[in-house]
C-alpha cells in the first residue's frame, strides 16, 4: 500500500479557486511532477549539462552518462530486453507517427530489402479499434490514404468493451498492423493485449501499443505483452513535457526506416547518400530534450521504488469509490462499465456524462470547488459518437490522490444538477 | 455573488432555456446568409442563417448544441441585432467583446447599457478558456451577415 504522497508533489500544496484546496484529478491528461523529478531535472541543467555523444570533455560525458541513464531506468520500468529497446521522442504522438511515418517510408522503398517486411500497400490493411485517442488513429489514416492500404476497426459494445468476436473477422490475411490502445483514456478499459496479439500472430500483422494510460498505471512489461511496438509519454508518468518514449523490438527498430532526418543519427554521410546507425540512435536526429530525458528516467526510478503493483493496488482503492459512486448516482451515467477493479479490467478514472448538463458548465462547478477535471471529448471523437455523445467528464486519479479527493468529485457531482435546476 | 454565481447569473440561465431564435427557417429576404461555427476544444456548434433587409438585420435563427454560457450568449445576441441596423449589430458585438476582455469588470459607460442581456455575461472574462463560448455565435453572425452581403451583391448584380 502507498504512503500518503502529496508532499512529494509541490504543486499539491498550492490553493485554487477562493483559496480551496486544489483536488487533482486530471491525471489522464498530465499528471503532477515529484521533488525528484524536478531535482533531477534541476541538478542536470547545474552541474552536468553538455552536448550528448559528441564532446570529448567532462561535461560531455556526463550529460550522455545522464542522458543514457535515463534511458536504461524507462527501458527497466517497461521490461525492455535492452535500453537500446526505448528510443525517446517528443511525445506519445510523435512515438506512433515514428511507427506510421517509418512504414510509411518502407513501402516507398526506402531501405531497401532489409525494410522490405513493412511494406504495405493497396490490398493490405491496417487495424485499430473505435477507442483509440486521435493520436493512435490519425498516423494511421494519413499511412493508409498514403499507400492505398484500408483502415478497418474493432467495435466497443454498449458495455465499453472491444468486441473482440470481430478479431477474427476484421482481422485477416490482409492485415498488415494492428494498431490499439492498452487502456483506453475514456472508458478506463483495460484491453485484451494477449486476444489481440494472438490474432495478429496468426496473420503474420504487427501490433503498435498505445500505452499512455498503462505505463503510468499499471506494471507494463512489454516482452511479455508479446506486442511489436509501444508508445508512451513522460508528462503522464510523473515526468516532464518534451519527451516521450517509443519501445520496439530490437530486430524491428533496427530496419525500420527513420523518417526525421539530421545529425547524429548516421553512420555515413557522403553528398550523395546517408547510412544510418542501428536503435534507437537512427531515430535521434538533431539535439535531443536531454532535460526532459532525465525527468522521465528520474520519473521512471520514482514509481519504481514505489512499486507498480502498489501504485495499481492505490489507484484501484480509488477507481472504486469513484466509479461505485457515480454509477449510483441519478442523472449521471457512467461511460464503459463498472469493471472489476480487483482484475485490473480498469484504470482508476471515471468519466460521466451529467443529463441536462453540459460537460464545460459541469467542469466549472467543479473548478468553483476546487475540483480539476477534464471536460469535452478528450481527443477520442469516435468513442464518444459510439456513445451518442459530444462531451463528458472525466475524474482521473495517479499516485497522490487521496480518498478525500475522490470523495469530494462525488460531492461535487452530486451538486452539479442542483446548481443548473435540473429535475432530479 | 461567487464567481460562479456572477459568471451563471440568472438572466443566462433563462437564456440558455428560452433560445431565442432557435430553430431554422426558410427566409424570403433580399439577402440570405448562413455559418457555421465549431468550438473545436470542446465540440459546441452553432449554425446560424441571417436574413438582412437592406442595412437592417430582418431576421436571426440558429440551431446548436454547446453549454449553456454559448447557447444563452447566441439567444441574447438574436434579441440584440434583430431588427437593428448593421451598424448598431457591429457596435454591440464590439462592445461585446471588449466586455469579454475586461476580466470580470463592467465597462463603466454607455456601452453596458447597449449590450442590454448580454452585459450579464460579464463574469465570463474571468474565465478565459470560456470567452470562445460566450463568443461562438457573435463569430456565426459576423459570417453569416459577410455571406448575406456576398450573396446580395452578386444577386444585384444579376439584376442588373
Redesign the interface.
Known amino acids: 500500500m502507498l504512503p500518503d504522497l502529496r508532499d512529494d508533489f509541490p504543486l499539491l500544496a498550492r490553493t485554487v ?2 483559496g480551496k484546496p486544489l483536488a487533482y484529478l486530471d491525471s489522464g491528461a498530465t499528471a503532477q511532477r515529484p521533488h525528484a523529478v524536478l531535482h533531477a531535472m534541476d541538478e542536470f541543467d547545474r552541474l552536468h549539462n553538455g552536448a550528448v555523444a559528441r564532446g570529448a570533455h567532462l561535461l560531455a560525458e556526463e550529460a550522455t552518462e545522464a542522458f543514457e541513464g535515463a534511458r536504461a531506468s524507462v527501458a527497466r520500468l517497461v521490461n525492455a530486453a535492452s535500453p537500446d529497446e526505448i528510443v525517446w521522442t517528443e511525445n506519445a504522438t510523435a512515438a506512433l507517427n515514428l511507427v506510421a511515418n517509418g512504414i510509411g517510408n518502407a513501402s516507398m522503398g526506402q531501405g531497401g530489402e532489409e525494410s522490405a517486411r513493412f511494406r504495405i500497400g493497396a490490398g493490405d490493411s491496417i487495424v485499430v479499434t473505435q477507442a483509440e485517442h486521435h493520436a493512435n488513429l490519425i498516423p494511421w489514416q494519413q499511412l493508409a490514404a498514403r499507400t492505398g492500404a484500408t483502415l478497418r476497426w474493432i467495435e466497443i459494445g454498449d458495455d465499453g468493451r472491444h468486441r473482440l468476436e470481430q478479431l477474427a473477422t476484421v482481422i485477416d490475411d490482409t492485415t498488415k498492423i494492428v494498431a490499439f490502445t492498452h487502456a483506453s483514456n475514456v472508458t478506463g478499459v483495460v484491453s485484451d493485449v494477449a486476444a489481440f496479439v494472438a490474432r495478429a500472430r496468426e496473420v503474420g500483422a504487427y501490433t503498435v501499443l498505445d500505452a499512455c494510460q498503462s505505463v503510468p498505471h499499471l506494471p507494463v512489461d512489454f516482452q511479455a505483452l508479446g506486442v511489436d511496438f509501444a508508445a508512451f509519454s513522460g508528462h503522464k508518468m510523473l515526468g516532464p513535457t518534451g519527451v516521450g518514449a517509443l519501445w520496439g523490438r530490437k530486430e524491428l527498430l533496427d530496419v525500420l526506416p527513420p523518417s526525421v532526418f539530421g545529425g547524429g543519427a548516421i553512420k555515413v554521410v557522403t553528398l550523395e547518400e546517408t547510412t544510418w546507425h542501428p536503435a534507437p540512435t537512427r531515430f535521434e536526429a538533431g539535439t535531443q530534450p536531454v532535460t526532459q530525458a532525465v525527468g522521465m528516467g528520474a520519473a521512471a526510478e520514482y514509481l519504481m521504488a514505489l512499486g507498480m503493483d502498489d501504485v495499481a493496488t492505490h489507484e484501484r482503492r480509488i477507481a472504486q469509490i469513484i466509479r461505485e459512486g457515480v454509477s449510483q448516482m441519478p442523472g449521471v451515467r457512467l461511460l464503459g462499465p463498472i469493471g472489476d477493479p480487483d482484475a485490473d479490467e480498469v484504470l482508476g478514472l471515471a468519466t460521466v456524462v451529467v443529463e441536462g ?5 459541469v467542469g ?2 467543479l473548478d ?1 470547488l476546487g475540483i480539476a477535471v477534464r ?3 478528450h481527443c477520442a ?1 469516435p468513442l464518444h459518437k459510439r456513445f451518442g455523445v ?2 463528458s467528464t472525466r475524474a482521473s486519479a495517479h499516485v497522490y490522490t487521496t480518498e478525500e479527493d475522490a470523495h469530494r468529485f462525488l460531492e461535487g457531482l452530486a451538486s452539479v444538477r442542483e ?3 435540473v429535475p432530479a | 455573488m ?3 454565481e456572477q ?2 447569473q440568472q438572466v443566462i ?1 433563462d437564456h440558455a432555456r428560452a433560445r431565442h431564435g432557435a430553430g431554422l427557417v426558410d427566409l424570403d429576404l433580399p439577402a440570405v446568409g448562413e455559418s457555421h461555427q465549431v468550438n473545436t ?4 456548434e452553432v449554425t446560424l442563417r441571417v436574413g438582412l433587409d437592406g442595412d437592417t438585420v430582418a431576421s436571426v435563427h440558429w440551431e446548436g ?5 454559448s447557447q444563452a450568449s447566441i439567444s441574447a445576441l438574436t434579441e440584440l441585432v434583430e431588427g437593428h441596423s448593421l451598424e448598431e449589430a457591429d457596435e454591440v458585438y464590439e462592445a461585446f467583446r471588449a466586455l469579454m476582455g475586461n476580466r470580470g469588470e463592467d465597462l463603466g459607460d454607455d456601452r453596458d447599457d447597449m449590450l442590454g442581456d448580454a452585459g450579464a455575461f460579464v463574469g465570463v472574462g474571468k ?1 478565459p478558456a ?1 470567452i470562445k ?1 460566450a463568443l461562438l455565435g457573435w463569430m456565426a453572425l459576423r459570417d453569416a451577415v459577410a455571406q448575406a452581403q456576398a450573396a446580395g451583391g452578386a444577386e444585384g448584380e444579376n439584376d442588373g
Open positions: 479557486r477562493n448538463v453540459h460537460t464545460h458548465d466549472q462547478v468553483d471536460v469535452g471529448h471523437q459530444t462531451g446548481f443548473f435546476g | 461567487s464567481s460562479l459568471m451563471y440561465m476544444t470542446c465540440g459546441d448544441q454547446g453549454c449553456s454560457i474565465y470560456r463560448c
